[in-house]
Every structure is written in structure tokens, then in C-alpha cells.
């Protein structure tokens, strides 16, 4: 645990060390700041002090692993979903996440479902029906025209694509 590790030669103290997160229970020197965010850079991590930031990080984590890593999509609204895994207000989350990103939470969600259809789309195991059904549009229509919208391209004309790169 490198972060512990860290924490503990800098003399500081915390209350917990969860993934993303730590509470640090006293205030940190300018000097304690800098020397951890260093050691940790050194490590691959990133120490971030602002809690809208670090409120950021959590929602975005929580879309990828709902969109490219759970088994299907939750079959509650998503606005509660995230709310749950966040254990917060989705307005209060809805609302920072737009005045920090200038993307509504939505608006990130459908540009990762597009990848997720990118991807499906590659490995062409899938019809257009069942990516629909899966990533829970009420249509292939639908599905095509967010696709389109992010894309510039229809998802038949991607897939044509990928064919053509991979006969030349």
C-alpha cells in the first residue's frame, strides 16, 4: 500500500483508505501536499484535493463499470443507479458533474454506450437487435441514431469498415 506507506512517513493521520479515497484527519502542510502528491505521481496515482474532482472521478468510474464491465445494464434508471452506488443526491451529483465536465451525466453515459457498441460491433458476435436489448434502447432505431449522432457513422457502415481494413 503505497499510499499508506506514504502517509505513514509524512507523519500523517488518517481515519480511513478506501479506493480513490483517503481521510486525511489533520491539515496538511504545503511541503506534506507536495512531497505526497510526488511520491505518489512516482507510483501511477494522482493525489487529488478538490472534492469535485474526486466526486467526478467516482461518477465516471461508476458509468465505465455499469457500461463496460457489469454483465447488462441495471434495469433501474440510471440516475438511481448512480445516486445508490454513490449513496447521494443525483441532482446534487447531476449538477456538479455538468458545471465541472460541461457535459451532462447522460450526455457521457450515450458516448460510452457508443463505445461499448463500438467494441460489440467489432467482435461481431451480436446483431443491432441484441446490442440494442442489451444496452436497454427501445429500439434499433434508437441505437442508430446515437451511434450516428457520435459517430458520423451508421453502425452497419462502421462494421463495413472493419471489414474493409481487414481485407487489405
Known amino acids: ?48 484535493y478538490d472534492k469535485n474532482a474526486l466526486l467526478i472521478e ?32 443525483y441532482s446534487k451529483l447531476s449538477t456538479v458533474f455538468s458545471e465541472t465536465t460541461g457535459i451532462t451525466i447522460e450526455q457521457y453515459i450515450i458516448i460510452h454506450k457508443v463505445e461499448k457498441i463500438k467494441e460489440l460491433l467489432l467482435y461481431d458476435e451480436l446483431t443491432l437487435v441484441q446490442i440494442s436489448s442489451m444496452l436497454h434502447y427501445s429500439s434499433v432505431s ?6 450516428k449522432k457520435i459517430t458520423g457513422l451508421s453502425p452497419t457502415y462502421f462494421k463495413k469498415l472493419k471489414y474493409k481494413k481487414s481485407n487489405t
Open 142 to 147: 434508437h441505437l442508430s441514431n446515437q451511434f
Open 58 to 89: 467516482k461518477i465516471k468510474a461508476v458509468i465505465i463499470e455499469m457500461v463496460h464491465y457489469a454483465d447488462e445494464l441495471p434495469d433501474i434508471k440510471k440516475s438511481d443507479y448512480i445516486a445508490q452506488k454513490l449513496n447521494s443526491n
Open 1 to 48: 500500500m503505497v499510499v499508506k506507506a506514504e502517509l505513514d512517513r509524512l507523519g500523517l493521520h488518517y481515519g480511513f483508505i478506501d479506493l480513490g479515497e483517503v481521510h486525511v484527519e489533520e491539515d496538511m502542510t504545503a511541503v506534506q501536499y507536495d512531497e505526497l502528491k510526488m511520491a505518489l505521481l512516482k507510483s501511477g496515482l494522482e493525489l487529488m
